[in-house]
Structure formats: C-alpha cells, structure tokens
C-alpha cells in the first residue's frame, strides 16, 4: 500500500453509494462514496490509493488532489 495514483471521477451513482474514476492508465476504478469528500463530483481530480477486493480493484483514501498541495 502506499502508491497513490491520480485520476478523474468520471460516474457517481448517490443511489447505489458509489463512483468511478479513470486513473493514468485509463482503468475504471470503482470507489465507496461514504469514504469521500463531499467536495468530489464528476470531473474532479482526485489522488487515491488502489485496494483488490474480491470484485476487483477499489480505490480508498480516495481525496481531491487539490486538498494533497501543501502551500
């Protein structure tokens, strides 16, 4: 653990409590929404880190990467 990656939130679906972002590889991601800010949205950049689970890879600690600068 530890790699962040970077992406973009490309679906957010409030019904269901999850999204998707497309990381630098082009690889859907799919993460909890109840693990988010409630800054992200569709388009928003975001830093994550990659967990597999038994349905395939899940991005945790997923945060926009606007909040990871450091001024």
Known sequence: MGDKRKGEVTQIDFESGHGIIIDENDQDIHFQLDNV???IG???KVIFEIELHK???VAVN???EMEEIKV
Do not use: A
Request: no cysteine; charged share 15%.
């Open 37 to 39: 800010s409630k800054l």
């Open 42 to 44: 569709i388009n928003s």
């Open 55 to 57: 349905d395939g890879l």
């Open 62 to 64: 997923v945060q926009l």
